[in-house]
C-alpha cells in the first residue's frame, strides 16, 4: 500500500487519507497558515507532503484504487460515525463522487 492511508475498505478498493490542512497545505483553508518563523524550512516541509500525497495517490489509482482525500476542516463539527457510514454508502450505490 502506497502512503498511509487513515482507512482501507479493500471490500470497495477503496482508500481515505484524512488530511491535516496545516500539514497538507490545504490552500484557502483558514487551518492552514504559514508560520512566520523558520517560513522556508515550514514550506519545504508541506510542499514534500503535497508532493508526496500526489505521487501515492497516483500509484494506488493505477493499482485501482479509489482514492478519496478528506480534509481536517470538513470534519469539524461533523458526526463522524454518520460521515464514515455515508462514505460506505455511496460506494456501495457506486458513486463516482461518494463526498
Known amino acids: 500500500m502506497h502512503g498511509k ?10 482508500v481515505i487519507f484524512i488530511h491535516g490542512c496545516f500539514w497538507h ?3 484557502g ?5 504559514v508560520p512566520k518563523t523558520r517560513t522556508e524550512w515550514w514550506l519545504n516541509k508541506i510542499n ?3 508532493n508526496n500525497d500526489l505521487q ?5 489509482e493505477l493499482r485501482g484504487w479509489k482514492v478519496l482525500v478528506v480534509w481536517e476542516c470538513d470534519l469539524k463539527g461533523v458526526d463522524k460515525a454518520g460521515f464514515l457510514t455515508s462514505i460506505i454508502a455511496a460506494l456501495k ?3 463516482e463522487k461518494p463526498i
Open 48 to 50: 514534500t507532503n503535497i
Open 93 to 95: 450505490n457506486n458513486e
Open 56 to 60: 501515492y495517490g497516483k500509484a494506488l
Open 5 to 14: 492511508p487513515d482507512i482501507v475498505l479493500p471490500k470497495y478498493k477503496t
Open 25 to 27: 497545505g490545504h490552500e
Open 29 to 33: 483553508c483558514r487551518y492552514y497558515v
